[in-house]
């Protein structure tokens, strides 16, 4: 995939699945594909007050796949997405993983993950509203979809 010099990959798998949610920050993103990250699931390890409840992140967990949205964007959103994530702070960190595209090849796509994980805490309603409008506006597999359903 041809990418320009000012612009990357993200691998969204939570909130940051809902693009007008994203765009907020980063106005440059575009969804490019599907993607998954195998061996690895999601858990709610880090307790947003604003959201009231626990917001995600990435765990190992071999066999299991994380489903989520590559979106292409310029490099000067990522930073201000590194802002809202907290990454100044300690509270996430971004990290580059190789996630399988719905074309079969491999993408390199940058995540946030959670910088020290606690709980587990119940998902924040709010938070997971914003992971199924994301995975229904992408078209993540219903399978996928009804695991997160039930988690409200």
């Known amino acids: 995939m041809d990418l320009a010099d000012d612009e ?3 691998f969204a798998y939570g909130s940051n699945m809902a693009s007008r949610y ?3 920050e980063c106005p440059s993103a575009t969804a490019v594909m599907r993607a ?3 061996n690895y699931r999601i858990a709610f390890r880090r307790f947003s007050t604003n959201m009231k409840g626990g917001i995600s992140t990435i765990m190992e967990a071999p066999g299991h796949l994380v489903h989520g949205i590559l ?3 310029r ?5 201000a997405l590194d802002a809202l994530e907290n990454l100044g702070e300690g509270l996430y960190r971004r ?3 190789l996630v399988l595209g ?3 090849a491999w993408h390199e796509g940058d995540l946030y993950r959670v910088a020290r994980p606690a709980g587990p805490f119940k998902v924040a309603p709010a938070y997971l509203a914003l992971m199924l409008e994301g995975a229904r506006e992408h078209g993540l597999p219903d399978a996928y979809i009804e695991s997160l359903e039930a988690l409200a």
């Open 22 to 24: 994203l765009r907020q």
């Open 36 to 38: 998954v990250l195998p």
């Open 95 to 97: 990290e580059t993983f």
């Open 102 to 104: 719905e074309d079969g």
């Open 71 to 73: 979106y292409r964007m």
């Open 8 to 10: 990357l990959l993200s």
């Open 75 to 79: 490099r000067a959103d990522l930073d």
